[in-house]
């Protein structure tokens, strides 16, 4: 089989390497560049292409596509909100998305839970100018509080157990109820959730049903100082609701690893260009803000499965 990938970065480049030594492939040519209008007849001849998600790839690209006769499209990501997926089916393009173990992403989303609790960020700040003074700086203990996991798929279930070894109480809300997840918190319903947490984690994934579950009225049903985390996805709030709830003090803190209009910024140097987002210049101006740059996947072991299993769904569509 041929495979052609794209926007492979050079972290990726030994796990491709090695995938490409498989006997079931013939070839697997990789470009650090994204598949768009301008490079589509670079899949000319191949049987799989595999991509990231910083290209929305809409029914004029995926026409374009099809055009050059490839029928296997495998994104690196677990989301597959970028890719128009009623209009790959219409041009007979199979879709893939890929996964990889919940780990990375978990070990994430705690870290910004204690980094928000314990007013990591203003510690720095002070440090760097050799204020050493404590006022301002009392936090919280994680294993005090209730968290709300909003998702409980296997990033979600992941975060809830490490979070019983915490000493924390876990709420879970999933429409798809789990096993484990009962033996870790209490399923009740989001607006219980909303209401009882002192944190709230999501975890959901980017539907028309889950757009904006932090709005305005969902914020005012929170408890005063809620501490909010986001590591999913940034359709789930609404960012005006959160720059007037961090303004209000109605949320305590604020830590985000995605963020509305990130396509054009994360994942490459803009040191010396402009950043046309003034939601994420003010928001991150707080104190009580943690904004990064779409990394919680980004572990050694999460990328070398991205890629891997990324080449396990081509051969098994294209195969």
Same mark, same amino acid.
């Given at each position: 089989?041929?495979?052609?990938?794209?926007?492979v970065?050079?972290?990726?480049q030994?796990?491709?390497?090695?995938?490409?030594?498989?006997t079931e492939?013939?070839?697997?040519?990789?470009?650090?560049?994204?598949?768009?209008?301008?490079?589509?007849?670079?899949?000319?001849?191949?049987d799989?292409?595999?991509?990231?998600g910083?290209?929305?790839?809409?029914?004029p690209?995926?026409?374009?596509?099809?055009?050059?006769g $490839?029928r296997? +499209?495998?994104? %690196?990501?677990i /989301?597959?909100?970028?890719?128009?997926?009623?209009a790959?089916? =219409?041009? @007979?393009?199979?879709?893939?998305?890929?996964?990889?173990?919940?780990?990375?992403v978990?070990?994430?989303?705690?870290?910004?839970?204690?980094?928000a609790?314990?007013?990591?960020?203003?510690?720095?700040?002070?440090?760097?100018?050799?204020d050493f003074? $404590?006022?301002? +700086?009392?936090? %919280?203990t994680? /294993?005090?509080?209730?968290?709300?996991?909003?998702?409980?798929? =296997?990033? @979600?279930?992941?975060?809830?157990?490490?979070?019983?070894?915490?000493g924390?109480?876990?709420?879970?809300?999933?429409?798809?109820?789990?096993?484990e997840?009962?033996?870790?918190?209490?399923?009740?319903?989001?607006?219980?959730?909303?209401?009882?947490?002192?944190?709230?984690?999501?975890h959901a994934?980017?539907?028309p049903e889950?757009?904006?579950m932090?709005r305005?009225?969902?914020?005012?049903?929170m408890?005063?100082?809620?501490?909010?985390?986001?590591?999913?996805r940034?359709?789930?709030?609404?960012?005006?609701t959160?720059?007037?709830?961090?303004?209000?003090?109605?949320?305590?803190?604020?830590?985000?690893?995605?963020?509305?209009?990130?396509?054009?910024?994360?994942?490459?140097?803009?040191?010396?260009?402009?950043?046309?987002n003034?939601?994420?210049?003010?928001?991150?101006?707080?104190?009580?803000?943690?904004l990064?740059?779409?990394?919680?996947?980004?572990?050694?072991?999460a990328?070398?499965?991205?890629?891997?299993?990324?080449?396990d769904?081509?051969?098994?569509?294209?195969?």
């Amino acid at each position: 089989m041929r495979i052609v990938a794209f926007d492979v970065r050079p972290d990726e480049q030994a796990e491709f390497e090695r995938q490409a030594a498989r006997t079931e492939v013939s070839e697997l040519v990789c470009h650090p560049f994204p598949l768009t209008a301008e490079s589509v007849e670079l899949v000319r001849g191949f049987d799989a292409a595999l991509i990231l998600g910083m290209v929305s790839y809409d029914e004029p690209l995926l026409s374009k596509i099809a055009e050059q006769g $490839l029928r296997v +499209l495998v994104t %690196r990501t677990i /989301g597959t909100d970028h890719i128009d997926l009623a209009a790959a089916e =219409r041009l @007979g393009i199979s879709v893939s998305n890929t996964s990889y173990a919940p780990d990375s992403v978990a070990d994430f989303t705690l870290m910004l839970m204690l980094v928000a609790l314990r007013k990591y960020k203003p510690m720095v700040y002070r440090q760097n100018v050799n204020d050493f003074s $404590l006022p301002g +700086l009392m936090g %919280r203990t994680l /294993g005090s509080l209730t968290v709300g996991v909003v998702g409980t798929g =296997r990033i @979600g279930t992941a975060v809830a157990r490490r979070l019983v070894g915490f000493g924390s109480t876990v709420l879970g809300y999933d429409p798809h109820t789990n096993d484990e997840m009962r033996q870790l918190g209490e399923y009740v319903s989001l607006d219980e959730l909303f209401r009882r947490s002192d944190i709230i984690t999501f975890h959901a994934p980017s539907t028309p049903e889950n757009y904006h579950m932090v709005r305005d009225e969902t914020l005012a049903r929170m408890r005063d100082g809620v501490v909010l985390v986001n590591t999913a996805r940034a359709s789930l709030m609404d960012v005006n609701t959160l720059v007037t709830g961090i303004e209000s003090g109605k949320i305590g803190a604020l830590a985000m690893d995605v963020f509305a209009g990130e396509d054009e910024i994360y994942h490459a140097s803009r040191v010396n260009d402009i950043i046309a987002n003034r939601d994420m210049a003010y928001l991150r101006q707080f104190p009580n803000t943690v904004l990064t740059q779409h990394v919680a996947f980004y572990t050694q072991e999460a990328v070398n499965e991205m890629v891997s299993h990324a080449v396990d769904a081509a051969l098994r569509l294209a195969g």
